[in-house]
């Protein structure tokens, strides 16, 4: 990525004019597709990734001396870690991170400066089984604790003198870091990264600039390749974006991080504003249609590593894994899906009747003076049902969906970002004009605020004519607002990852009709 004033992103052509709309655009067009052969030819970016995803960085020295922990001790904290991790909707590489920053936190209680925690945090890490027991070198001891004491030196400079809710921020900042690139140190995802930066490049010229800026643009198109390709959460987008910024925060110590402090603050607060940019939610929702292409050849990388190119320039052999990679997901997706279904029902069912028992039945018995079966019956059984339903209506895509992520993976090999069809293809996203965002925000507020009104009043007239109690009423609207926020919610995460397809447009109608329920009731229950 070539230099800019602050930070390091590729720089494009000249700025587009603004406009509101999202235009209808896929990987489809003549930048991207190339006629049928036997023979394909790779871009030298598609090289360049076959090479970075077979070259593992290198280790510059390996300990033969390996730590090792008790097992009596890692079993319960194993436990404890599975309990805790299950009730999270994190992705699978996200887990460890997080558990290193909580950790770390839990640490800092007692050693605010973070001396000589290295040792026993790796410890604490092996008797969770986030790593194998005696798999981690005696040296890794050291270089933890380098980078512990690097960034708390860089924490405690810059938040001398300032406020304290910046100094909270700042805090909760170079602790996700050092979560961040702890966990790069222990385990190294140099694939995930390779591939992740390959999209971007593939990517980058389908979004022109907006506002006359194209770094900006090509740091939200980088940031929703991170969201939507490798699934990757905002604290260790924060670290890849400061990677960036400072290329030799690896290297440095905390006796050499004095050179990067005004840079490191200027991070801060540019990270920031980029992660909560205006138009970042338009570009993650054009980048996101994309996507689906690129997971199968992520697929066919890691389940044919050895002969890469061989497969790639072949036409055959790429229709054949192609096919394999497209069928393994679709069987995979269908039954997560249906065991999701089950889980659901279960789960919502228990947690039903718990609320019959402590809430309903007593309110009615000892309120009401009477019991009325109906509504308890209702709402014990209504709530699951309506879950697997929606879980149920989603559909695994056909040989059709096949043959068009072959062909759109054909001409993604071959593309080279570089060339003036690639730039040319870009959409543009941009903001609407000031007086029509405000007329369009305005009647878009009142058609919505009419629809919900409409929404639950039906609801409550129906659930009154069948002689609900207003607790019964309260729990119906909670348990069903909540059904379908984790419907979507389970379905969307899917629908990306798997490349299924769903036909429930009318569950999504109801859930963005009780989305201010929804949003009220759930908030913080998912990351």
Same mark, same amino acid.
């Not at 400079?157 to 910046?166: H, L, M, N, T, V």
């Given at each position: 990525m070539a230099s800019s004033n602050q930070q390091t992103y590729p720089e494009e052509q000249t700025a587009h004019e603004n406009n509101p709309s999202v235009e209808s655009h896929d990987l489809s067009s003549p930048a991207f597709s190339k006629p049928s052969g036997l023979f394909i030819p790779i871009s030298k970016y598609t090289k360049a990734l076959i090479k970075g995803w077979k070259t593992p960085p290198v280790q510059h020295s390996q300990s033969v001396v390996k730590i090792s922990v008790s097992q009596t001790v890692s079993f319960a904290a194993f436990l404890y870690e599975k309990m805790r991790n299950a009730v999270e909707f994190r992705e699978e590489h996200l887990i460890r991170r997080a558990a290193v920053e909580r950790m770390l936190k839990r640490r800092m209680i007692l050693n605010e400066n973070g001396r000589d925690i290295a040792e026993p945090l790796i410890k604490e890490l092996l008797w969770a089984r986030y790593y194998e027991n005696n798999t981690i070198g005696e040296e890794k001891i050291g270089e933890i604790q380098t980078i512990i004491d690097k960034y708390f030196f860089l924490r405690n400079e810059i938040s001398a003198g300032r406020g304290k809710r910046e100094q909270e921020k700042i805090a909760d900042f170079t602790l996700q870091i050092i979560s961040c690139e702890i966990e790069e140190n222990l385990n190294p995802p140099y694939r995930l990264e390779a591939f992740t930066n390959y999209v971007f490049q593939i990517l980058k010229p389908y979004v022109k600039p907006f506002n006359g800026d194209n770094s900006e643009k090509d740091i939200q198109v980088y940031i929703a390749v991170e969201r939507t390709f490798a699934h990757n959460d905002d604290p260790l987008i924060t670290y890849h974006l400061l990677k960036l910024q400072i290329p030799e925060i690896n290297r440095i110590t905390w006796q050499s991080a004095e050179k990067v402090l005004p840079r490191y603050y200027e991070a801060f607060q540019r990270i920031g504003r980029d992660l909560n940019h205006p138009l970042g939610f338009n570009v993650r929702n054009a980048i996101k249609k994309q996507i689906p292409p690129f997971l199968i050849l992520r697929d066919i990388?890691?389940? =044919?590593?050895? =002969?890469?190119?061989?497969?790639?320039?072949?036409? $055959?052999k790429l229709k054949y894994k192609v096919d394999e990679a497209c069928r393994k997901r679709y069987d995979e997706s269908s039954s997560r899906l249906k065991r999701t279904a089950v889980r659901s029902f279960i789960y919502i069912l228990?947690?039903?009747?718990?609320? $019959?028992?402590?809430?309903?039945?007593p309110y009615d018995l000892y309120i009401l003076k009477s019991l009325s079966y109906l509504p308890i019956a209702i709402n014990v059984i209504f709530p699951p049902i309506l879950m697997t339903l929606i879980i149920l209506t989603v559909s695994v895509p056909g040989d059709d969906n096949t043959r068009r992520i072959y062909q759109l993976i054909k001409g993604i090999i071959d593309n080279d970002p570089d060339t003036p069809a690639a730039v040319e293809s870009g959409i543009i996203i941009g903001k609407a004009s000031k007086s029509r965002s405000i007329i369009f925000t305005s009647l878009f507020t009142l058609f919505y605020g009419f629809t919900w009104l409409l929404s639950f009043g039906s609801i409550i007239y129906v659930l009154s004519i069948l002689h609900f109690s207003v607790v019964s009423q309260a729990i119906f609207i909670f348990f069903v607002t909540l059904v379908t926020f984790f419907a979507f919610r389970v379905i969307q995460m899917k629908s990306c990852r798997d490349l299924i397809s769903s036909f429930f447009s009318w569950i999504s109608l109801l859930r963005c009709l009780l989305k201010p329920s929804s949003k009220f009731l759930t908030s913080g229950s998912i990351s």
């Amino acid at each position: 990525m070539a230099s800019s004033n602050q930070q390091t992103y590729p720089e494009e052509q000249t700025a587009h004019e603004n406009n509101p709309s999202v235009e209808s655009h896929d990987l489809s067009s003549p930048a991207f597709s190339k006629p049928s052969g036997l023979f394909i030819p790779i871009s030298k970016y598609t090289k360049a990734l076959i090479k970075g995803w077979k070259t593992p960085p290198v280790q510059h020295s390996q300990s033969v001396v390996k730590i090792s922990v008790s097992q009596t001790v890692s079993f319960a904290a194993f436990l404890y870690e599975k309990m805790r991790n299950a009730v999270e909707f994190r992705e699978e590489h996200l887990i460890r991170r997080a558990a290193v920053e909580r950790m770390l936190k839990r640490r800092m209680i007692l050693n605010e400066n973070g001396r000589d925690i290295a040792e026993p945090l790796i410890k604490e890490l092996l008797w969770a089984r986030y790593y194998e027991n005696n798999t981690i070198g005696e040296e890794k001891i050291g270089e933890i604790q380098t980078i512990i004491d690097k960034y708390f030196f860089l924490r405690n400079e810059i938040s001398a003198g300032r406020g304290k809710r910046e100094q909270e921020k700042i805090a909760d900042f170079t602790l996700q870091i050092i979560s961040c690139e702890i966990e790069e140190n222990l385990n190294p995802p140099y694939r995930l990264e390779a591939f992740t930066n390959y999209v971007f490049q593939i990517l980058k010229p389908y979004v022109k600039p907006f506002n006359g800026d194209n770094s900006e643009k090509d740091i939200q198109v980088y940031i929703a390749v991170e969201r939507t390709f490798a699934h990757n959460d905002d604290p260790l987008i924060t670290y890849h974006l400061l990677k960036l910024q400072i290329p030799e925060i690896n290297r440095i110590t905390w006796q050499s991080a004095e050179k990067v402090l005004p840079r490191y603050y200027e991070a801060f607060q540019r990270i920031g504003r980029d992660l909560n940019h205006p138009l970042g939610f338009n570009v993650r929702n054009a980048i996101k249609k994309q996507i689906p292409p690129f997971l199968i050849l992520r697929d066919i990388f890691q389940q =044919n590593t050895p =002969n890469l190119e061989e497969i790639l320039t072949d036409d $055959a052999k790429l229709k054949y894994k192609v096919d394999e990679a497209c069928r393994k997901r679709y069987d995979e997706s269908s039954s997560r899906l249906k065991r999701t279904a089950v889980r659901s029902f279960i789960y919502i069912l228990l947690t039903k009747v718990v609320i $019959a028992l402590l809430l309903e039945i007593p309110y009615d018995l000892y309120i009401l003076k009477s019991l009325s079966y109906l509504p308890i019956a209702i709402n014990v059984i209504f709530p699951p049902i309506l879950m697997t339903l929606i879980i149920l209506t989603v559909s695994v895509p056909g040989d059709d969906n096949t043959r068009r992520i072959y062909q759109l993976i054909k001409g993604i090999i071959d593309n080279d970002p570089d060339t003036p069809a690639a730039v040319e293809s870009g959409i543009i996203i941009g903001k609407a004009s000031k007086s029509r965002s405000i007329i369009f925000t305005s009647l878009f507020t009142l058609f919505y605020g009419f629809t919900w009104l409409l929404s639950f009043g039906s609801i409550i007239y129906v659930l009154s004519i069948l002689h609900f109690s207003v607790v019964s009423q309260a729990i119906f609207i909670f348990f069903v607002t909540l059904v379908t926020f984790f419907a979507f919610r389970v379905i969307q995460m899917k629908s990306c990852r798997d490349l299924i397809s769903s036909f429930f447009s009318w569950i999504s109608l109801l859930r963005c009709l009780l989305k201010p329920s929804s949003k009220f009731l759930t908030s913080g229950s998912i990351s």
